[in-house]
Every structure is written in structure tokens, then in C-alpha cells.
């Protein structure tokens, strides 16, 4: 466009002439003229006009640098500013702050990481929890005063399952470090690639005190994790185990499935033997790196295990490590947003709504137990138990 100028320069000059002419000699004749005639004037300077307009849209851009279209928009008499306004940036709880500085500079990963801190809380919890050591305290002696409403059975069997390493025995150990006092290791906890755990093993949860050990009514019962695949837990034995037929401290094997001869096989069980609620552990952590395999997994088992009529809730362990501020302070579990957005996707990766997870830290590495940390595990227990209940309820026997 720019080369051409000097042409079309040259070209505007040109037809102006023309036109002139064309005017001159009508005024001269001093008498009416043929539209034909005026529809050549008119076209005439119309081409000529663009020409002019052409050539000086050129010579703006080349002088602005600008394009075209920004030229054409611009408001004669004003310059615009080349600077950029600064983004916002959200220091923390209240008004959004302005940056001092316009200059982009290149974002560290300490600042990156406060920013993600900060931005992290919001200002109202989406799930009100007292945090009070009375109502710790108060959601012990509920689970502990618990009894299923059934007249077959005494205690309510809890069946965790989840991927390998998603915090299965680490839940249980902790449940139990509650209901002890002191941080615990019944459960066995591990880190390997394949299962920790082998053995369906089963646990009561007690309260202890300085004479006693009372069993509460609550069992929670420990498997092998699922590796989303042809190795770990299979459907075909985790069904077996909620239908009751698995014996306690069967060693599981993908390549020996649960059958009729295996040693200690149950052939009619009871309702005691069987699995009252399913609850999935997902670590929060993994969530980004779940595997097509495990999604189907878990596809498969919530329909079949919906068919059995027993209700699914599940329970988002390593919230400490997918938010900084719960981590510091667990009591800041429902102001995270980084926890709320963890929940939604683990909602979407087991097919159910948010509103049966809970958050949960697990006593991992502790020496001492923390009022918050315990609460949120007596919460989920809570949570855990209402679903419980509606088996009974769903499974109670007619009254006579
Ligand atoms: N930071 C953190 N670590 C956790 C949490 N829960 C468990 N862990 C750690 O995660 C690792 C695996 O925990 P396990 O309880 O053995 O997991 P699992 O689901 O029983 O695993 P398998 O038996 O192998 O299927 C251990 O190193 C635990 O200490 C948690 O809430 N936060
Ligand atoms: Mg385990």
C-alpha cells in the first residue's frame, strides 16, 4: 500500500483534472445536461475523491505506525497513550490492589506461590463447621453413642476403597488416633507403587481412656487399592466383599479371584458379614493425574455397587497438600478454594454430587493430635454414619 502512494497520488491529481473539465464545459454550455452526463461527473469524482482519501490514509500510517482502521477510529485532536493500564492484583482478603509499577516483570515462583496462598481463602466458608473443642467433643460422643437401627446386626460395616496410596489405612489409623487420644498407627500405612495393603482387614474403632477400651458400633474395613487395571482390587472381589462372601484377613489376588473354594469362602452370609456403606478415599492431589483406566473403575463400581443398594459417599484426603492455608491452619479447609475446586473434581471423577465428600487430613507424619484436624475426621465419620443409617432404614425389616 505504502509503494503505491506516489501512484495513487498521482492518479487523485489526475482524475481531479478530468473532473474539473467536465464542470468547466457545463458551466460554459449554461444549460440543461443529460443525467448520463452528470452520472459520469458525479462517478468521476467519487473515484477521485477515495484516491485523495487513499493516498492520505497512507501517509497516516506510515507516520503513526498505527494501522489503518485505528487511524480511521482515532478522534482528530487527541493521542492516545501507548501504555498499557497495569493488571489488578489481589493481595488478599478485601478491594482488589493496583500494582505500583506498569512494567511487566517476570513472576518468581515464591511470588507465584504466596499469590496462589492469598488468593487461596475466601471471605465465607461454603460449609459452616464449629471448630470449638465442645463440639469435638460433642461429635465424639454422637459416633460414639451411634447403634445401627437394625435387630440383626450390633455394628455397621464400612468398606474404604480408592486408588493405591489415597490414604485408605492412613483414614482409619487417624479415626482410631481421634478416638484414642494420641496419634496411632493400627492401621498399616506404606508408600509403593502397588497396594500397601493386601488383606481385607477390618477395624473397630475404640474409645480408649486410661482403664478401658470400648468398642464403638463403627467398623472400617481396609482393603487392597485399586490400580484402575487388570492389577489391584478387581470388581469382581469387591463385590464379593459387600456381599459378605470374603473371609477376615483374605489375601487378594487379581490373578485368584474371590470363589466358591476359596479358603474360608462364605456361602450364606449373614447381615453382619456384609458392607453397609462404600466409602471412596481420593487423594486430593492426584486428581489432575487420574488415569481413563481408574475413571472407569470407578465408573463400574458405582453401578454395581448402586445395584446392591448400598449408598456411596467418599472422603478427599491430602487436602493439606493441594492448599497452603489449610495445611498451616486445617481449620481453613471450607474457605479454600483450592479444596472447593479439588471437591468439584473429584465429584465429576466419581459421577456424584459435592454434597456427599468431605474433606479430610489424615495423621500422616504428626506426633500430636489438632483440634481442627480431629474434627474434620469426626465430620466425615458423621457424614459416614447418616448414610449408614439410611441402608438400615432402606433395609429395615416390616414391622409386624
Ligand atoms: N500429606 C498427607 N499425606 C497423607 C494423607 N493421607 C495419607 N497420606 C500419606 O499417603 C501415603 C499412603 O497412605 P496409605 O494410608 O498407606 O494409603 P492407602 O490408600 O492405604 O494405600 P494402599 O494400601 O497402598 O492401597 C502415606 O505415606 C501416608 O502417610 C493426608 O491426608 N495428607
Ligand atoms: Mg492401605
Not at 496419634?183 to 482403664?211: C, H, P
Not at 493439606?320 to 473429584?346: F, G, M
Not at 469426626?378 to 459416614?384: F, K, Q, S, V
Request: with cysteine; proline share 5%.
Amino acid at each position: 500500500m505504502v509503494e503505491l502512494e506516489p501512484v495513487t497520488g498521482l492518479m487523485a491529481a489526475a482524475g481531479s483534472r478530468v473532473a474539473f473539465a467536465f464542470v468547466s464545459r457545463w458551466k460554459r454550455l449554461r444549460r440543461p445536461v443529460s443525467s448520463r452526463y452528470l452520472l459520469h461527473v458525479t462517478s468521476l469524482l467519487h473515484f477521485t475523491s477515495s484516491l485523495h482519501f487513499t493516498s492520505l490514509c497512507n501517509v497516516c500510517t506510515r507516520e503513526t505506525g498505527e494501522d489503518m482502521e485505528k487511524s480511521l477510529t482515532a478522534k482528530p485532536g487527541f493521542t492516545f497513550a501507548t501504555k498499557t493500564l497495569p493488571d489488578p492484583v489481589f493481595t488478599g482478603i478485601g478491594p482488589p490492589q493496583v500494582a505500583s509499577s506498569t512494567k511487566k516483570t517476570k513472576v518468581e515462583p515464591e511470588d507465584c506461590k504466596q499469590h496462589k496462598t492469598f488468593t487461596a481463602l475466601l471471605d465465607t466458608p461454603w460449609r459452616k463447621v464449629d471448630w470449638s473443642e465442645e463440639h469435638r467433643d460433642a461429635l465424639m460422643s454422637s459416633i460414639f453413642a451411634y447403634k445401627p437401627s437394625s435387630n440383626s446386626v450390633s455394628k455397621a460395616r464400612v468398606l474404604l476403597l480408592g486408588p493405591v496410596g489415597a490414604g485408605k489405612s492412613s483414614f482409619i489409623s487417624s479415626v482410631q488416633s481421634v478416638f484414642s487420644g494420641r496419634v496411632i498407627n493400627r492401621a498399616m500405612v506404606g508408600s509403593s507403587s502397588t497396594s500397601f495393603t493386601k488383606k481385607l482387614q477390618s477395624f473397630n474403632i475404640r474409645r480408649y481412656d486410661e482403664k478401658d477400651c470400648d468398642p464403638s458400633a463403627l467398623v472400617l474395613c481396609d482393603v487392597m487399592g485399586l490400580e484402575g487395571g487388570v492389577t489391584g482390587l478387581t470388581l469382581h472381589d469387591t463385590l464379593a466383599i459387600i456381599k459378605g462372601h470374603v473371609p477376615e484377613g483374605h489375601k487378594f489376588s487379581p490373578a485368584q479371584p474371590v470363589r466358591t473354594d476359596t479358603a474360608g469362602f462364605v456361602k450364606k452370609p449373614y447381615e453382619v458379614d456384609r458392607v453397609h456403606c462404600v466409602v471412596y478415599v481420593i487423594d486430593a492431589s492426584k486428581l489432575d493425574s487420574c488415569s481413563q483406566a481408574m475413571k472407569t473403575t470407578f465408573s463400574h463400581l458405582r453401578e454395581h455397587i448402586s445395584d446392591l443398594g448400598v449408598h456411596q459417599v467418599a472422603v478427599l484426603t491430602h487436602v493439606d497438600q493441594v492448599c497452603p492455608e489449610t495445611d498451616r491452619d486445617v481449620s481453613n479447609v471450607y474457605r479454600s478454594r483450592l479444596v472447593q475446586q479439588a471437591i468439584s473434581k473429584a465429584g465429576a471423577l466419581l459421577g456424584m454430587s459435592n454434597s456427599y465428600i468431605v474433606p479430610v487430613k489424615n495423621y500422616y507424619s504428626e506426633l500430636e493430635l489438632d483440634g481442627p484436624t480431629d474434627t474434620l475426621l469426626l465430620c466425615a465419620i458423621h457424614h459416614i454414619l447418616q448414610y449408614v443409617q439410611l441402608y438400615f432404614q432402606d433395609n429395615a425389616e416390616p414391622a409386624l
